[in-house]
């Protein structure tokens, strides 16, 4: 049995449609998660685990720059 892409789009059509016509969007969390991985390769190899966790903590409290408005300017 060959196994492609859009046989697995088929198989889970109702899965494709939803996620297609839904106004959730987890493009925020994608950022953050992106954000944490560019912290962690500055960090490799210059420091250990608490200063990597202290230095994410400390990113993760700033608002991304995409958050900030215009009235906030």
Do not use: C
């Amino acid at each position: 049995m060959r196994y492609s892409f859009a046989t697995g789009l088929e198989k889970d059509w109702d899965a494709v449609i939803q996620g297609l016509t839904t106004h959730w969007n987890s493009g925020p969390v994608e950022g953050r998660v992106n954000h944490i991985k560019m912290v962690k390769r500055q960090m490799f190899g210059r420091a250990e685990l608490p200063l990597l966790r202290k230095r994410v903590l400390l990113t993760a409290a700033r608002p991304s720059p995409q958050s900030v408005t215009s009235e906030e300017v």
